[in-house]
């Protein structure tokens, strides 16, 4: 079972991502900003990680940056899931480490079949 | 070696050696500008006595690239709070830098009483993702009005972003009275999912509370 | 007495409330758990119902409720050896990488807050001597602070219940505390002369002004009864107070993520603990 970290400061939008992710066998875990994010990514490995931008105390680029630079977390793909539309913070969540970029709110279709691309599917 | 004994232990004296300036106003702004983050932390500890000092530190967060400054320049614009520092923080919102936006919008969020006073300017902004800060900032304001902003978003706001972060928000805590504008918002987008499931969840709390 | 039914859609509110603020998580199987004590404050504050209460504590975050709601959902009792991974981590972990920086015959300091009646500074202690090959190289100080005066008397004169020492290995407890007529065990004078005891209230800066140089802080379950910005500002201290590299350690259910971003988490076979940066290394 493919393992997901879901990382949004909503507790609804985590349900959302939760509910569309599990309904095609995905694990998923959640956290409510970058730092809890982190501690969990060195706990436990991960297949996937998908990131909010809009975060109290850490955002999603500080994040991603610092997941990227480190040599003790599963670098797994990750999908930045932002309200921001404009193709510069596309760029900018390419450079800060994110692999695909989606945006708010995810089309539970869209999502899945990114998910499911950078991981292979959910009950592989 | 090993274990020392108790009362042999030397207590150490704050870190005076780098003060290289009077720890008066004027001093201490001066070290906003010293080359060391650490003496530029200090500084800003210190400012958090000084309310003038507020417009200086919401320049000095606006260019610092040091994360225990900025912290430490949150907490004391959080504990000096007032118009000068909300009026600072509140253009900080538009900026570029995802991180310097969220510490704008955490200290503000702990300054309620000084925001409110903003609150209605910020949700009619034509720029939708400042509205959508509005929306976060009312999460810690138990303002009269709180319920009636949100039912406007929910009623005529053009932005799904916009009315989803007022969704979100009332799916922890919202009244009966907003449940109409709930259903508008559902009606307005039949096409977005996560709207349908945001009002549907809206709905359920609100009446099962 | 009112009989008071938390409904799933109530109990799903508070524990996201809940989440939000301590980083504390309800299982659905915990609902008993959180039911009955989540009624029992409901009571205790003289709300009408549910929301009344959620309300207060949604709106307020620095009452006393919240210390009190804490207080009821979580497990408070000190005890030696408690979470002891985390000592664990210390001789096997924490010290070898603050040692390294050192030279021989280097200072090493830590600084157990709250010491509360001393079980945490001298399992520390006992950790050290019995567990640490290295402690002969160095010079370790343990530094225990606590705001209240009684307790630390009480820390001092060393004295505990069986109850208090029953994960203590037998083996230790034989060489570090003595018994006592009335069944109770008292820590032996040259231990209890190790630690180094001082009253401390961690949001006053004159008094935690003066601790430098710390290389490992042990803070256990005292951050999740603080509000918002009290945690920061104890974050800030203890920020100042260490050197760089050095540890800190948050009791197990408790995590930065509500705190603060100035500290790295690392992992370690025995814990999980957070990390001031080391000079110059930040991504």
Known sequence: MKRVLVVDDAATVRLYHRQVLEGAGFHVDEAINGIEAMEKAVAQAYDLYIVDVNMPRMDGYSFLRQLRTRTDVSQAPAVMVSTEAEERDRMWAYAAGANYYVTKPARPEHLLTVATLLTGGGSE | ?209 | ?283
Request: charged letters at 25%.
């Open chain 3, 1 to 283: 007495m009112l009989d008071l039914e938390i409904n799933e859609d109530e109990f799903c509110v508070f524990r996201e409330l809940f989440y939000r603020r301590t980083g504390i998580w309800f299982e659905d199987s915990k609902r008993y758990f959180v039911d009955r004590r989540l009624a029992d404050r409901i009571q205790a504050t003289g709300s009408e119902n549910f929301r009344q209460y959620y309300l207060k504590l949604r709106f307020s975050e620095n009452t006393p409720e919240w210390q009190a709601l804490t207080n009821a959902m979580t497990v408070n009792e000190t005890y030696f050896f408690r979470e002891t991974h985390q000592f664990d981590c210390l001789v096997n972990s924490m010290l070898n990488e603050v040692a390294a920086n050192k030279p021989d015959g280097g200072r090493i300091r830590i600084w157990s807050i709250p010491s509360s009646s001393g079980e945490e500074p001298y399992s520390i202690a006992i950790n050290l001597l019995e567990n640490w090959p290295a402690l002969e190289r160095y010079e370790v100080e343990v530094l225990a602070s606590d705001i209240d005066t009684r307790i630390l008397e009480q820390a001092q004169r060393g004295v505990y219940s069986p109850r208090s020492v029953q994960h203590v290995p037998e083996v230790y407890l034989q060489k570090y505390f003595h018994r006592l007529a009335n069944g109770d065990y008292q820590i032996c004078e040259d231990l209890r002369g190790s630690v180094e005891f001082s009253q401390v209230n961690l949001m006053d800066p004159a008094a935690t002004r003066c601790f430098r140089n710390v290389d490992v802080i042990f803070c256990r379950n005292l951050l999740i009864y603080f509000d918002d910005a009290s945690r920061r500002k104890a974050a800030e201290v203890f920020y100042d107070a260490l050197t760089h590299g050095g540890f800190v350690c948050l009791g197990h259910s408790e995590s930065m993520s509500r705190i603060s971003s100035l500290f790295t988490v690392r992992r370690f076979p025995d814990a999980i603990v957070y990390q001031k940066p080391t000079r110059g290394v930040r991504p």
């Open chain 2, 1 to 209: 070696m090993g274990l020392k004994k108790a009362g042999q232990v030397r207590q150490e004296e704050s870190p005076a050696g780098f003060r290289r300036y009077e720890r008066n106003y004027q001093g201490l702004l001066c070290q906003l500008g010293d080359p060391d983050p650490a003496v530029r932390r200090w500084a800003v500890r210190d400012l958090a006595s000084y309310p003038e000092a507020a417009s200086e530190l919401v320049l000095l967060l606006a260019e610092e690239p040091e994360i225990e400054v900025r912290e430490a320049i949150a907490t004391s614009l959080e504990l000096i709070g007032g118009r000068t520092a909300v009026e600072g923080l509140i253009p900080l919102l538009r900026s570029e830098d995802a991180g310097l936006r969220n510490t704008a919008i955490e200290v503000l969020q702990h300054l309620p009483d000084d925001v409110a006073v903003h609150t209605e300017r910020l949700l009619v902004e034509p720029d939708s993702d400042l509205r959508i800060f509005a929306v976060n900032i009312m999460e810690t304001l138990p303002h009269p009005r709180r319920e009636e902003w949100l039912s406007g978003i929910l009623r005529s706001d053009p932005h799904v972003n916009v009315v989803a972060a007022a969704l979100n928000l009332l799916s922890e805590i919202g009244s009966e009275r907003v449940l109409p504008g709930v259903l508008e918002a559902g009606r307005r987008f039949p096409a977005e999912p996560y709207i349908q499931f945001a009002c549907q969840m809206v709905e359920k709390r609100i009446r099962s509370l």
